[in-house]
């Protein structure tokens, strides 16, 4: 889609979580994609119209790119699948198809200066593999806060974009319980101790893990460390420990209460 233009957009249901924007197919027609970029689990495409596409694909949505030079062209408009809601046809020859199930996805179009006030975008914290998330910056966020550590990770305000699955995975790589208090890993004036720069490392090394294999399995089909895999060995070299499951904040946490304090 990068430097594309839209040559046609289709709409298959007039929205997904919400509705679409007002007159949202005739306003990307003939505009150009400059880039494609992404915040926390948001996709950021500014147009060549000075709006800017903002996508999310919520639990269940992808996308799939076709050719129209080898793909059926009647494909797309005449035969959609039962949960293909919008297709983008670019005049790179590319046909992108939005699939989503459950509908819990998103597309909104917004002027430049809003991206700057908008309700999600706004209150996001540091990317969790950029330089601007260390230590001290985990440490800042989670001082004084009585909520559990886990909890504290899936605030966006707190890391943008670590989801449920891999804060989970880096709890238990730093050695850390998912229920201790977010503000132990910080001093009362708000500085870092030892666990925080144990648990940021963390948080780094398994996101640039999961990047690198994504290319081989999804996330669905990954063998994780602790997710998923209540009851079994705690895989630590020498904690012969059990991975248990609790509920925190409505999500599934999988840790290890021998190694992980």
Request: proline share 6%; glycine share 8%.
């Amino acid at each position: 889609m990068r430097g594309a233009r839209f040559d046609r957009v289709l709409l298959r249901r007039p929205d997904l979580r919400r509705a679409f924007p007002a007159d949202f197919a005739a306003r990307l027609t003939a505009t150009t994609v400059e880039a494609v970029t992404r915040r926390a689990k948001y996709l950021v495409l500014p147009l060549s119209s000075g709006e800017t596409l903002v996508m999310h694909l919520g639990m269940s949505g992808d996308f799939s790119v076709r050719s129209r030079d080898t793909s059926p062209v009647a494909s797309p408009p005449e035969d959609p699948g039962a949960h293909d809601h919008v297709v983008f046809e670019m005049s790179s020859g590319a046909v992108v198809t939005f699939t989503d199930p459950r509908r819990f996805g998103a597309m909104d179009l917004l002027a430049r200066d809003e991206l700057a006030t908008h309700e999600t975008l706004s209150g996001l914290g540091p990317e969790p593999l950029s330089p601007e998330f260390d230590a001290a910056a985990l440490a800042r966020a989670c001082a004084g806060r009585k909520v559990p550590l886990k909890v504290a990770l899936l605030d966006q305000r707190v890391v943008a974009g670590l989801g449920n699955i891999y804060a989970v995975e880096a709890l238990h790589l730093a050695g850390l319980s998912p229920a201790r208090r977010a503000s132990t890993i910080a001093t009362a004036r708000g500085k870092p101790r030892p666990n925080c720069e144990r648990l940021v490392a963390a948080i780094k090394q398994v996101l640039t893990r999961a990047i690198a294999r994504q290319s081989a399995a999804t996330y669905r089909a990954a063998r994780f460390r602790v997710y998923d895999r209540e009851g079994e060995s705690c895989p630590t070299r020498g904690c012969g420990g059990v991975i248990r499951r609790t509920v925190q904040a409505g999500r599934s946490t999988f840790a290890c209460r021998t190694c992980q304090h």
